[in-house]
């Protein structure tokens, strides 16, 4: 599918729940929207908020906010917990499932698709007779910079030990 043609379909689904719930379609909202299908990866309201701030539009914080939980609503951006305090977010429409890997050290987050997972919910959805409709893996780690940086300390804190 093309991002153009992706674009025109997430803003007509927002367009139309905007409608639904009666609410104002207001440009900022338009534009947030824009801006987060423009991006490839997770993000938190700050970076957005300064993000869009450095872009020169004029959003305040709280529309960022809002129109962030509006699209969490309609199903258009996923909203993640990753263990720490602060959300994170991606848009979802037109894009496959997918796991998450995420380093405890730094936040980073790693995308993955494995078709095993899927057979695994099938199978323990066929035999606890549940129709699973999504599920959510997150695995937790150090990524290999971050170890790699630990390791280093280590040895550091090691060589002075020893003198």
Do not use: W
Request: charged content about 25%.
């Amino acid at each position: 599918m093309s991002t153009n043609h992706n674009s025109e379909l997430v803003r007509k689904i927002f367009e139309a729940y905007l409608e639904n719930k009666s609410l104002r379609k207001t440009p900022e909202r338009f534009a947030i929207l824009e801006e987060i299908y423009s991006r490839d990866d997770h993000f938190d309201v700050e970076t957005l908020y300064i993000h869009m701030k450095n872009q020169k539009y004029r959003v305040s914080r709280a529309t960022v906010y809002n129109t962030l939980e509006l699209l969490v609503s309609c199903d258009l951006v996923t909203k993640h917990q990753f263990g720490k305090n602060m959300a994170q977010f991606e848009k979802s429409y037109g894009y496959h499932q997918h796991d998450h890997v995420i380093c405890i050290d730094c936040g980073k987050v790693v995308e993955f698709c494995d078709p095993r997972i899927h057979q695994i919910q099938s199978m323990i959805g066929d035999l606890l007779k549940f129709e699973i409709k999504h599920h959510s893996l997150n695995l937790y780690g150090s990524c290999f910079d971050c170890s790699a940086k630990a390791a280093m300390n280590t040895q550091s804190a090691n060589i002075k030990n020893a003198s």
